[in-house]
């Protein structure tokens, strides 16, 4: 009777947290389009809320890297 193995690989983790990673839906346009847009704001700041994994540090770093 054949037996079956597991292989583990040693996958390295990437972060990737660049604009063009970002998946752009109905509940977050409205923040990528004023990310988008900066510095041409309306407001003199934005923030940035949401409940945990939802974006925000994706977008910081975005805006970061603007």
């Given at each position: 009777m054949p037996t079956s193995s597991q292989i583990a690989f040693n996958f390295v983790p990437h972060p990737y947290l660049g604009r063009e990673d970002f998946m752009v839906s109905s509940c977050n346009a409205k923040a990528v389009q004023y990310i988008d847009n900066w510095?041409?704001?309306?407001?003199?700041?934005i923030c940035l809320y949401g409940p945990s994994g939802c974006g925000k540090t994706h977008l910081s770093r975005i805006f970061s890297d603007r």
């Amino acid at each position: 009777m054949p037996t079956s193995s597991q292989i583990a690989f040693n996958f390295v983790p990437h972060p990737y947290l660049g604009r063009e990673d970002f998946m752009v839906s109905s509940c977050n346009a409205k923040a990528v389009q004023y990310i988008d847009n900066w510095p041409s704001w309306p407001y003199f700041a934005i923030c940035l809320y949401g409940p945990s994994g939802c974006g925000k540090t994706h977008l910081s770093r975005i805006f970061s890297d603007r």
